[in-house]
């Protein structure tokens, strides 16, 4: 079993930062692709921002230059570093992780964080 726990949400004013982090948990697992999702109300969930195990990174087009995800392999740590944030940006951020697990032969599954709330407003 994988547990993701994000943290690091919260209110700022538009143009402000803040910093995302998802900590798995967990044994017997490996991760291969870790992203961000966020949701707005009425909306549907969307990519934010992902990477590989491997540190190749992809961006929606609307973050690019803005935010910046990183990770830490031995800690199964994942990051989002958001910067000029907009009142655009305001959602439910959700962190995502692929993972593959050996149960007699190999498997892959996909988990999700509980998420964490970015509100940009002055």
């Known amino acids: 079993q994988v547990q993701l726990v994000e943290s690091g949400g919260g209110l700022v004013q538009p143009g402000g930062s803040l910093r995302l982090s998802c900590a798995a948990s967990?044994?017997?697992?490996?991760?291969?692709?870790m992203g961000w999702y966020r949701q707005a109300p009425g909306k549907q969930r969307e990519l934010v921002a992902a990477?590989?195990?491997?540190?190749?990174?992809n961006y929606a087009d609307s973050v690019k230059g803005r935010f910046t995800i990183s990770r830490d392999n031995a800690k199964n740590t994942l990051y989002l570093q958001m910067n000029s944030l907009k009142p655009e940006d305001t959602a439910a951020y959700y962190c995502?992780?692929?993972?593959?697990?050996?149960?007699?032969?190999?498997?892959?599954?996909?988990?999700w964080g509980q998420g964490t709330q970015v509100t940009v407003s002055s």
């Open positions: 995502n992780a692929g993972i593959t697990y050996y149960s007699g032969s190999y498997f892959e599954d996909t988990y």
């Open positions: 967990g044994s017997g697992f490996s991760i291969y692709t």
């Open positions: 990477i590989t195990s491997g540190g190749s990174t």
